[in-house]
């Protein structure tokens, strides 16, 4: 056992038995750096990347390795998704010296945590024009030996060129037409018409890309805006992506097509896009929306929840393909000698027909990947569910893939936010719950008394580092949407308060930018900033989003402020890179539309008051919130000086301090929230 037995992240823990003497990252470590006169080998991953795993049975369970490594370094090892301060400084470095990074990250440090040299994955012998894991250890160690000044020279300068690379803050004035349009323009370039997506090889699923697409149309009626949006849903939900048989998606496809996935499945993407199928299915009714959100929505709940009633970050791609071998995707492919083991060969020849299984394989070794390929003709409703609930069935026999169970803040309000809509759209009030239940313990287990949100946790106890940004931000998101579909009053009392923090801890007074740790947090090389958004929405795109909600709830000007000033950077990449900002383009949707507020008054248990209810909340108008309670509600600042109409059941739609008649109509009600701004 090493130093790393102790700590909570499932990732650090796979190490603790490493023949390395591992640290986590600690003032001590560097102190150990320092006191032993030894450079410091930064690796950083997480739980679920396959080729951390590789880099791990190759290099750090080799005992050679494992000694030289002790002798000549310090050896830190982060958890990235507990750590994305510690993984966005130094990936920032990596980048920048290499032109490309990834996982797992390499990184050799001066005791003084200045990088000097960079790497990704090192082989354990050289091959493709890489040096070994090995020679690199040894280049290292003979310069800090015999090249000390040089060493030095060159972290000093990298270091001071990236305390250099301040950010600009793009524009003090907000986006607006002009800037959206060229968005819109700059996605249609890169789209590809013929499969879906934007780009080639790998695809990603491009979730807050389509929420501005979605927003979008909404706002303007754009159907070009639309159709992106739909066709891309449609081939990402029938190809490999999509898990098929249990529902979710995996990270992404290595091909263009969404044929092979690389297999992890993350709780982030699974939340993002359970939340893009439900509003697509409010946009357009699409079936497959409809059937894709609830089995996503229902994923979540059986394979990532905890005991304590979080979600976990991450099922691993690979898992034991029966023979003792860890391989990637070996849980969820199929040999048509495996469909004809379950099913017989009547029904085999059926499901290979159906899900696009072939003779010579989709992926590796004859294996396929289950997908739905275009297709003519009916197929057996009845016939197919036996065949799904009998392959679901066999695969459960199979050595499952790894769970992550850390529960991070941010993607668990995420997952709030998602579920609590999905619950509401389509009348699952157990998916509510689920979102309740990961709520409350956001709130008992991260949130301290201060409301300081702690960044993750695992098995009931608390880890010790410090949310980020987009901790705030995502659990306010949660929570806020919490607000709309409960008319809870209490989740918007603490959104205002993670909101504060935000506010006070993460934003610069004089102009509005947004830094990922606050002002108090432990002082890095460089105080991460990245407006981008990537696998997930960017700390500031987030907080811009809550901040705008969070000000249309309860009209507190501060927080609108403090949102357009946030939105200045979409102004500025929206144009130039649209498919890097799209949750910021979906919150300047929500800014341009109003965002609209709405109030509905009445009894809940009136069905009139749950008709107008059901209908605000599957209103289209971008980034709309909703208040619902009885009238005079001192619960939620809405509700304030709202009626009844004749003694009925009201809605009060209001936007830029310019209000609707009310209205106990639920068609009028739909009729005004999904009409365009004109």
Request: aromatic letters at 8%; one cysteine or more; proline letters at 5%.
């Amino acid at each position: 056992m090493n130093r790393l037995a102790h700590e909570t992240s499932p990732y650090l823990l796979q190490h603790a038995d490493n023949p390395v003497d591992w640290w986590p990252w600690s003032a001590e470590a560097f102190d150990e750096a320092r006191r032993s006169n030894r450079p410091v080998l930064l690796s950083v991953g997480y739980s679920s990347c396959h080729w951390c795993h590789v880099m791990a049975h190759e290099s750090f369970e080799d005992e050679a390795t494992a000694a030289y490594l002790n002798e000549h370094f310090v050896s830190v090892k982060v958890d990235r998704e507990e750590r994305p301060d510690v993984d966005a400084v130094y990936m920032e470095a990596v980048q920048a010296a290499t032109g490309q990074g990834g996982w797992p990250m390499t990184v050799f440090l001066t005791p003084d945590a200045e990088p000097f040299y960079f790497g990704t994955y090192f082989p354990p012998e050289p091959r493709h024009g890489m040096a070994s894991f090995r020679q690199v250890l040894e280049g290292v160690s003979t310069a800090w030996s015999d090249r000390r000044d040089e060493v030095a020279e060159v972290a000093g300068k990298i270091t001071r060129d990236l305390a250099e690379r301040e950010m600009s803050f793009g524009d003090s004035r907000v986006p607006g037409e002009e800037e959206l349009a060229g968005a819109l323009l700059g996605l249609t370039r890169d789209y590809d018409a013929a499969r879906g997506g934007f780009g080639g090889a790998p695809k990603f699923p491009p979730s807050m890309v389509i929420e501005f697409l979605l927003r979008h149309h909404a706002r303007t009626g754009s159907e070009g805006a639309l159709q992106m949006a739909v066709d891309t849903c449609e081939r990402m939900a029938r190809g490999g992506l999509y898990d098929q048989l249990g529902g979710g998606f995996a990270r992404y496809s290595v091909d263009r097509d969404w044929v092979v996935p690389h297999f992890e499945k993350m709780l982030y993407d699974n939340a993002l896009l359970c939340r893009v199928y439900a509003h697509l299915w409010r946009s357009t009714g699409s079936e497959l929306a409809r059937r894709v959100a609830l089995e996503t929505a229902d994923f979540l709940v059986r394979e990532l929840r905890t005991d304590e009633g979080g979600f976990a970050s991450a099922l691993d791609a690979d898992s034991d393909d029966g023979t003792g071998r860890h391989v990637e995707g070996a849980y969820y492919v199929w040999t048509p000698a495996q469909l004809r083991e379950v099913l017989g060969e009547s029904d085999a020849e059926f499901a290979a027909r159906y899900f696009g299984v072939t003779e010579e394989g989709t992926f590796e070794e004859g294996a396929s990947v289950l997908q739905l390929p275009q297709q003519e003709g009916v197929f057996d409703a009845e016939r197919l569910a036996s065949v799904r609930e009998r392959l679901l069935a066999a695969r459960a026999g199979r050595p499952a893939p790894g769970r992550d169970d850390k529960v991070v803040a941010a993607w668990n309000g995420l997952a709030v936010a998602a579920l609590a809509e999905t619950g509401a759209y389509f009348g699952r009030p157990d998916l509510v719950e689920a979102a309740i239940g990961a709520a409350d313990l956001l709130v008992r287990l991260h949130m301290d008394d201060r409301a300081r949100l702690a960044r993750t946790s695992k098995d009931g106890r608390s880890g010790a580092h410090a949310g980020v940004l987009e901790d705030y931000a995502d659990v306010a998101e949660g929570f806020l949407a919490l607000t709309s579909v409960t008319g809870e009053g209490v989740w918007l009392e603490f959104a205002g308060f993670l909101l504060d923090h935000v506010l006070a801890q993460f934003t610069d007074a004089e102009s509005g930018a947004l830094y990922d740790t606050a002002a108090d947090a432990e002082r890095l090389i460089r105080r991460p900033q990245d407006p981008t958004d990537n696998a997930t929405p960017s700390g500031w795109s987030a907080a811009a989003g809550a901040l705008l909600s969070y000000s249309a709830q309860t009209g507190a000007e501060p927080h609108r402020t403090a949102a357009e000033r946030a939105l200045g950077v979409v102004k500025a990449l929206g144009p130039r890179a649209p498919r890097f900002i799209g949750w910021g383009l979906a919150v300047a949707e929500a800014l341009l539309d109003g965002p609209r507020e709405v109030a509905v008054v009445g009894e809940e248990s009136d069905p009139a008051t749950t008709a107008l209810r059901r209908a605000a909340l599957l209103g289209t108008a971008p980034g709309a919130v909703v208040a619902v309670g009885v009238p005079e509600s001192e619960e939620l600042p809405l509700l304030a000086g709202r009626p009844l109409v004749d003694g009925k059941p009201a809605a009060y739609v209001c936007r830029n301090f310019v209000c609707d008649v009310p209205t106990t109509d639920p068609d009028r009600l739909r009729e005004v929230l999904n009409g365009r701004n004109t």
